[in-house]
């Protein structure tokens, strides 16, 4: 049986439409992440399963259970606020029991649970600080423990990281992963930050101007975006504006983008003879010096000529910016795994991508 | 340092003024306050002997009566107030319509402007002896000559002026909190009624001491409502002050009792600050 | 990880097996139900306690009948405003208090304004003890600074009643006009300053280029505040005034305690209408909620 099951759910704001028939259903255990950017309704689908917002059409089921009518108190539902919202006027033990005093958890315990929830996020002993003597990753975890302890039957993460700095975001993301996955919570992570979607997340759901866009696998997210407006949204691209071309061969298609560079792709044809947009991921580019090697011209190969405006070094990963024909600008990633030979603003190259790393929209 | 001093020039009139026109005249009626007064003449004995007993006087049971009055009222509407203007002020603060905090706090704001001897008048029209609700007074068999009766008239009046000035408060004190403690609580079980008792009052208790005490000072130092609506049967302090200097010239005494009602006002507010600092720690 | 989980779970399923079979689920939202109802109450309570007055003098104030009858009258017409018009006591109290109020709330204003500057340069510790001293006059019951002054005259011979009026007033605005200024200058960030130092404008030219262009909301919002006060005044004013020269409150307050007039009515419906065009300007100047924020929390 599905934890949640959301049906045609639709959310209007006076004359503005921040969730329309969205539809979603969750197996227990299973973690699915809600990525789209800020104002696609990814916050108003939380609240209303949390039951701040009442859905003007559709049906929330939780458990089974109708809670369309239920209150936030009738629902068991843990949420961890973006800003965690942890009672500054009570200590450590006192947020973590908040919730077992309402739920009715018997007096008695309450300690020992306490105790059990502290540990298992690794604060045992802090019980007696103030939310303000922790630092931003101490005081997630708290918030964590909080949502968790009454056993939610759900919980939802409201850009559970967005509030600590990049280095600490990493150690927690997994860390938070590692914890959910012992208790077996059954989660929502809203966010706009890919990463985390992708990362936390069993399952990704892409939002955008309150429907869903696209639902799948991370890895089929990124691979295989159902829209332009997905692989936008979804890590780095180029994109060529681009009609379709004359020549083909074969199991390809090819294209002509404004500035008459040919492109081909592997995937079929779309359906109109229009304008297409033609996205390539920086990281499916090979580099080559053009003086060095003649570009090997296979049918399922591309090969531009360019030349280098940029080259940034970002630790991991090598940042190339490439003029190609018509001003275009084009980026290109490498891992630094070694020093790339020759390669230096001005320099002639060609630049290589497969035809089948070509999405066409 | 020319520069400096030039910048503390900008000071020298607001000082001068509040040297001339605030401490000096204090400090004159704390020097009245030491002197002896002799009936029939305005003011004391210049050069007079000092002595203790315009201050003697006040222990007497008619003058803590007067002291008693002011203040039993002065708390009544102050805590009458919070605990109706806590809620009002949450429902302007958290309301999702812009426009219906705009016009309440519009219509707030226009009650703390409007003159308060208009508001006074009001009352009187609406509560007094021969106002608009008298008929349904009698009908209830409520005296409105009575002592109970005026004291009630007077708290309305003092109520017209800390009701709007509370909200007004505690809106600011609610709007500074997080709401989404308030959701945090609703979503870990708490009935709304427990999540304001356990999370929105303890964490507005600044703004509402804050509240209180304004209320307070406001009803210490009343003047017009018991002048006007007491119909000289109930005086607070402020008005025994002005009939000590009106109708019998008794400056010594008068200034006695501003000294002690001065003492008592920043008392309160030093004993308020104090308890806010520490329920917001504790 | 998974003996974890187990564990976690079987203490809690046994708790909400006995929650749910029990009643608190349908009682909290009875109590819920409870609280929104009472609060409802107060809301319609309290409205209605704070205007039923205000309505009940507005339609009093066009009574047709020259006594106060019963409510709500029978018959309107303008005749108190007529009434209003030709009484000459009323009248006199205006003229003073309108003068007084402009020539308080100017000299207030200026006077303000250069305090609350030096103040803004201070040190936060100098500022705050500053600002307290400055603010004091609003927490300290009005018949004590009206006595004081009246003492404070007495030591001079003959100061002409305006003058000492003017004296009372301005220490009952200042306060406000400081403050004001004070909220308009914190809104300019220091970083504009030093931006216009920066671009090679002198002090003097920074203050006139951005400091006062930025403040004079602030200032106009203190003045407004001053203006309500002074009109406002009765306390001070009543140990400073004579038989020939009186404010608009002192006139009012002998006709309450005197007649049953309805002139007086008609008087409060036109100072409502101040009131509202005080209020508008306010509202144009700094913003109603921005100027509440800091107007009316005397105390803090």
Known sequence: MNVLELKDVTKKYGGFTAVENVSLELEPGKVLSLLGPSGCGKTTTLRIIAGFAAPDGGTVQIAGEDVGQLKPYERNVGLLFQDYALFPHMT??????????????????????????????????????YPSQLSGGQQQRVALARALATDPKIVLLDEPLSALDAKLRLELRIELKEILRSVG??????????????????EVVIMHAGKIVQRGAPTQIYQSPASKLVAEFVGRSNWFQATRGSSSIAGFTSYVTSDGVEIRAKSPPSDRDGRVNLCVRPEHIELMDSAVTEAPRDADHNSIAGVVLDVASLGPDVHVVVELPGKARFLAIRKNVRKIPGLAPGQCVRVLFSASDVLVF | MTAARSKLMLLLPAVAVFVLFLVFPILMVLNESFHTFEPGRIGSVEGGPLTLANYEELFQPVYAQYFAQTYVLAICSSAISIIFAFPIAYCIARTEFAWIQKASISAIVGLMFLSSLVRVYALELTFGSVGV???????????????LYINFVILAGLLQYSIPMSILILIGAIKNLNPRLTEAALSLGASALAAHITVTIPLSIRGIVSAFLVSMTLGVSAFVIPLILGRGRILFISNLI????????????????????????????????????????A | MLSTKERLNADVTVRTKAL???????????????????????????????????????????????????????EL??????????????????????????????????????????????????????????????VLPGVIIGFGLLMFFAAFNQVPVFLKLFAGHLIITLPFTIRMTLVGLAGISQTLREAALSLGANERQVFFTVTLPLAKNGIAAGAIFAFAASMDDLTISLFMSDFQTYTLPLALTTLIKSSFDLTIAAAAVALMGLTIVLLIVLDSVLGLERAMGHGTNRIR
């Open chain 1, 92 to 129: 450590v033990a006192q947020n973590v029991a908040y919730g077992m005093r309402y739920r009715g958890t018997p007096a008695a315990a309450i300690p020992s649970r306490v105790k059990q929830m502290l540990s298992l996020v690794q604060l045992a002993g802090m019980e007696a600080r």
């Open chain 1, 185 to 202: 919570a059954t989660t929502i992570v809203v966010t706009h930050d890919q990463e985390e979607a992708l990362s936390l997340g069993d």
């Open chain 2, 133 to 147: 609700l008298a008929p349904l007074m009698s009908i209830m068999d409520i005296n409105t000559n009575s002592r």
């Open chain 2, 242 to 281: 002005y009939s000590r200097f009106s109708e019998i010239a008794n400056y010594p005494s008068g200034a006695a009792i501003s000294i002690v009602m001065m003492v008592l006002a920043l008392l309160l507010i030093l004993v308020m600050s104090r308890l806010a600092t520490s329920l917001e720690r």
């Open chain 3, 20 to 74: 749910v079979g029990a009643k608190p689920i349908l009682s909290k939202r009875r109590v819920d139900i409870l609280l929104a109802i009472a609060v409802t109450a107060i809301i319609a309570v309290t409205a209605l306690f704070l205007l039923f007055p205000v309505v009940v003098t507005v339609l009093m104030a066009f009574d047709a009948r020259d006594y106060i009858g019963p409510f709500p009258p029978t």
């Open chain 3, 77 to 138: 017409s303008t005749r108190w405003f007529g009434k209003l018009l030709e009484d000459a006591y009323i009248w006199a109290g205006f003229r003073t208090s309108l003068l007084l109020a402009i020539a308080t709330t100017a000299a207030a204003a200026a006077m303000g304004a250069l305090a609350a500057l030096a103040i803004s340069w201070m040190s936060p510790r100098w500022r705050d003890f500053v600002t307290t001293m400055f603010l004091s006059p609003l």
